[in-house]
């Protein structure tokens, strides 16, 4: 059985699908799924999703574009969220160099709140890292050093650099449909050369659907062809793979348990 990590169900691509997406999941192994609030706005649509579906679980946070926008979010805020039974992990937080470079300021004042909140809710910390791997790996390591915390680098598809950093600190990478694309062997390297018990798969869904629906709307469905190439890449059976990756995200997100 596989679970999509990572994965946007209250986006307007998918309104008034919800039961037949999260079917088509399940009968593709796909049981369970956490899909992550990006703006407090959306949390009621989001703790709806997840109330209405069991395997459906979610995060929430403040993305990193929308830092400079965004109300202020407070460490009280999030640990009151994170109170809901089906709330799993904090974020999506980080740092996007490549869209929102002029608010870096504001992104990194951000990240440090959510860093705070998985430390004293004992959820893991769900990280957006575009365009700014040495900040990313400087500030983990700098706060991993202040107080332990736990972390998926979410869609990872940054360089070795990063990776080593984060798998240095005991986190996890999170594998999308990125390493299906034609043009990303040198990130199923990187892959390739991680432990395969700090791996996950996600869609980040309805974004970057693997191949062959490459260009289309993703689904968590989807996940599977993710690890159908996941598995490729470490050598294994699609249901080795499958097993391994739903024990790391046990092990990560030990609260969403059916």
Request: overall charge negative; proline content about 5%.
């Amino acid at each position: 059985m596989l679970v999509d990590s990572h994965c946007h169900l209250d986006f307007p691509e998918f309104d008034g699908e919800h039961d037949e997406i999260i079917a088509r999941a399940q009968a593709a192994g796909v049981t369970r799924m956490v899909t992550i609030c990006t703006k407090l706005a959306a949390l009621p649509k989001v703790e709806a999703i997840a109330e209405a579906h069991s395997g459906v679980f979610f995060a929430a946070g403040i993305h990193p574009m929308s830092a400079a926008t965004h109300a202020p979010v407070s460490v009280e805020d999030l640990l009151t969220i994170a109170k809901h039974p089906k709330m799993v992990g904090i974020g999506e937080t980080g740092l996007d160099y490549h869209y929102t470079a002029d608010s870096a300021a504001q992104q990194k004042i951000n990240l440090g709140i959510h860093i705070e909140a998985a430390r004293q809710s004992s959820l893991p910390l769900i990280i957006h890292a575009r365009a700014a791997d040495e900040d990313m790996a400087d500030i983990l390591t700098a706060e991993h050093a202040n107080g332990a915390f736990s972390c998926v680098m979410h869609c990872f598809s940054s360089g070795p650099e990063l990776a080593h950093a984060a798998l240095d600190l005991g986190f996890y990478l999170s594998m999308s449909g990125i390493v299906t694309f034609n043009k990303s062997q040198d990130l199923r390297d990187i892959f390739a050369a991680a432990p395969l018990n700090r791996i996950l798969v996600e869609t980040d869904a309805p974004y970057l659907a693997p191949m062959p629906h490459r260009g289309k709307r993703n689904e968590p469905a989807y996940t599977a062809h993710t690890a159908a190439k996941g598995a490729e890449v470490f050598g294994l059976s699609l249901e080795e793979f499958a097993a391994a990756t739903s024990a790391n995200f046990d092990r990560l997100f030990a609260k969403a348990q059916l």
